[in-house]
Every structure is written in structure tokens, then in C-alpha cells.
């Protein structure tokens, strides 16, 4: 019985490792020419009969609706201009031999501009923030892409790693969720 259960609880831990395998190969992340920085940004041209309002009220109902509390995300709201502009984060988690562990969080800026017919959003300046205890911030998330700039030493990029690669995917998400927000098709509805 002993055997047995030393045997599942390895089993488990092997497969959690292999299962964060992925997360420990260096992402290919979105560096901006200009700035030398992680940077996801884009043009998005839509039908041209979707105007500025409509965009505008669009994406800041989708702010409301990813963020627990788009009034403290978001930091600029412009509507004459067709811009919001905020600050959020990311919560990051790692793998400590089996048990999920916090890893601190990652936050980022958000702009989103609109204009008749399209739009433009930048998640930029991306930050690691430790829990004030046992995980230190770890700072800028560029420089953890460079292994020769390291707190840590070199040991430290395959943590770097998971933590990079959680951003990313939930960055990709955000931003999918962004575009189909957007993209809608308006709906003529009768009155309520």
C-alpha cells in the first residue's frame, strides 16, 4: 500500500513538471523597435459605419466588464478624444514541487484609442511585483528576458520563464476578448 502511494504521489509530481515544461522555455513575446520593450499593440480596422461613440462605449464597457473594477484600473478617460488609458495587473503563480504557489503579479498599462471605423490598443510597460514577503519584485519583465541581467543569476530564467509565459497567455486572451468586444455587430432591437 506503501508502494502504491509513494508511487501516485510520484506520478503526480512528475506529471506536474512535465505539465509546466512548456512554461519553462523562453516565450517569444512582442518587443517594440522603438522602445526596446515588451509591447502588444495593433491597428484594428472595423466597418467604417462603427463610429467613435459607439467604439468608445464599447470598449469602456469592456473595461468594465474584464476588470473586477475598471474605475481602478482605469487612469485616463477621455471621450472627446476616443481614448482610455489604465494600469492592471496580472496575478502569476509557480510550481513549488506540486502545489501551485503565488508568484507575485505582473502589471501593465492598457491605452486604447477609437476613431470612426478603427481603433488602436497597447499593453505596454509590463512590471513584476513581488508579495512584500517572500517573492521579491523581480521589476521590469524586459529585462527578464535577458538571462546576462539577473537578481537571481542565470537560475532564476526558468522562473522567469513561467511567470512571462502567464503573462503572455493572459495578455493574448485580454486582447482577443478586446477585439470581439469591439467587432460586434450592432443589433437593432426594439424597445425594452
Given at each position: 500500500?506503501?508502494?502504491?502511494?509513494?508511487?501516485?504521489?510520484?506520478?503526480?509530481?512528475?506529471?506536474?513538471?512535465?505539465?509546466?515544461?512548456?512554461?519553462?522555455?523562453?516565450?517569444?513575446?512582442?518587443?517594440?523597435?522603438?522602445?526596446?520593450?515588451?509591447?502588444?499593440?495593433?491597428?484594428?480596422?472595423?466597418?467604417?459605419?462603427?463610429?467613435?461613440?459607439?467604439?468608445?462605449?464599447?470598449?469602456?464597457?469592456?473595461?468594465?466588464?474584464?476588470?473586477?473594477?475598471?474605475?481602478?484600473?482605469?487612469?485616463?478617460?477621455?471621450?472627446?478624444?476616443?481614448?482610455?488609458?489604465?494600469?492592471?495587473?496580472?496575478?502569476?503563480?509557480?510550481?513549488?514541487?506540486?502545489?501551485?504557489?503565488?508568484?507575485?503579479?505582473?502589471?501593465?498599462?492598457?491605452?486604447?484609442?477609437?476613431?470612426?471605423?478603427?481603433?488602436?490598443?497597447?499593453?505596454?510597460?509590463?512590471?513584476?511585483?513581488?508579495?512584500?514577503?517572500?517573492?521579491?519584485?523581480?521589476?521590469?519583465?524586459?529585462?527578464?528576458?535577458?538571462?546576462?541581467?539577473?537578481?537571481?543569476?542565470?537560475?532564476?530564467?526558468?522562473?522567469?520563464?513561467?511567470?512571462?509565459?502567464?503573462m503572455h497567455t493572459d495578455i493574448i486572451e485580454?486582447?482577443?476578448?478586446?477585439?470581439?468586444?469591439?467587432a460586434l455587430k450592432s443589433i437593432s432591437t426594439k424597445e425594452w
Amino acid at each position: 500500500m506503501k508502494n502504491l502511494i509513494g508511487f501516485v504521489i510520484a506520478f503526480l509530481m512528475f506529471n506536474s513538471l512535465l505539465a509546466q515544461k512548456n512554461n519553462y522555455e523562453k516565450p517569444n513575446l512582442p518587443i517594440d523597435m522603438e522602445t526596446n520593450t515588451i509591447t502588444y499593440t495593433e491597428v484594428v480596422v472595423l466597418d467604417t459605419t462603427l463610429k467613435k461613440d459607439e467604439l468608445y462605449s464599447r470598449a469602456r464597457e469592456w473595461f468594465a466588464k474584464t476588470y473586477k473594477s475598471a474605475n481602478s484600473v482605469i487612469q485616463m478617460d477621455d471621450k472627446e478624444e476616443g481614448k482610455i488609458v489604465g494600469r492592471a495587473s496580472i496575478p502569476i503563480t509557480y510550481n513549488n514541487i506540486g502545489i501551485i504557489a503565488p508568484g507575485g503579479s505582473i502589471s501593465y498599462n492598457i491605452s486604447v484609442y477609437v476613431k470612426d471605423g478603427k481603433y488602436k490598443y497597447e499593453f505596454a510597460n509590463f512590471q513584476h511585483q513581488g508579495d512584500g514577503n517572500k517573492i521579491p519584485s523581480y521589476g521590469s519583465c524586459t529585462k527578464m528576458l535577458n538571462t546576462t541581467d539577473k537578481y537571481f543569476g542565470i537560475g532564476m530564467q526558468k522562473t522567469y520563464n513561467v511567470y512571462l509565459n502567464q503573462m503572455h497567455t493572459d495578455i493574448i486572451e485580454t486582447i482577443s476578448s478586446l477585439k470581439s468586444t469591439l467587432a460586434l455587430k450592432s443589433i437593432s432591437t426594439k424597445e425594452w
